[in-house]
């Protein structure tokens, strides 16, 4: 059983930072990608940024200069560092990676999502 738990979530002010953290357990033989989305009511999910298992990074127009993603590969986990929150940060965040297990196929899963509340 492999799963996703994300933590880190909360209500910041405009101008206020994050770090929401993403931990992958379970019988996993390898990750690949992980990434970090969110959804915002009445909007469609989108991504947020993406880190390869090499550390290739590439981020949404709308966080670029003020999120960071990154992971440790030896804990399994993603991180993602948000600055200069703005209200329209405001969604659930949900961790992504692509694993492995140690028993079955290759497999896209998800976390139960966390929420970020930018308003003052």
């Known amino acids: 059983q492999v799963q996703l738990v994300e933590s880190g979530g909360g209500l910041v002010q405009p101008g206020g930072s994050l770090r929401l953290s993403c931990a992958a357990s379970?019988?996993?033989?390898?990750?690949?990608?992980m990434g970090w989305y969110r959804q915002a009511p009445g909007k469609q999910r989108e991504l947020v940024a993406g880190?390869?298992?090499?550390?290739?990074?590439n981020y949404a127009d709308s966080v670029k200069g003020r999120f960071t993603i990154s992971r440790d590969n030896a804990e399994n986990t993603v991180y993602l560092q948000m600055n200069s929150l703005k209200p329209e940060d405001t969604a659930v965040y949900y961790c992504?990676?692509?694993?492995?297990?140690?028993?079955?196929?290759?497999?896209?899963?998800w976390g139960q999502g966390t929420q970020v509340t930018v308003s003052s």
């Open positions: 992504n990676a692509e694993i492995t297990p140690i028993w079955g196929s290759k497999g896209d899963y």
């Open positions: 880190i390869t298992n090499r550390g290739s990074t």
């Open positions: 379970g019988s996993i033989f390898s990750i690949n990608d």
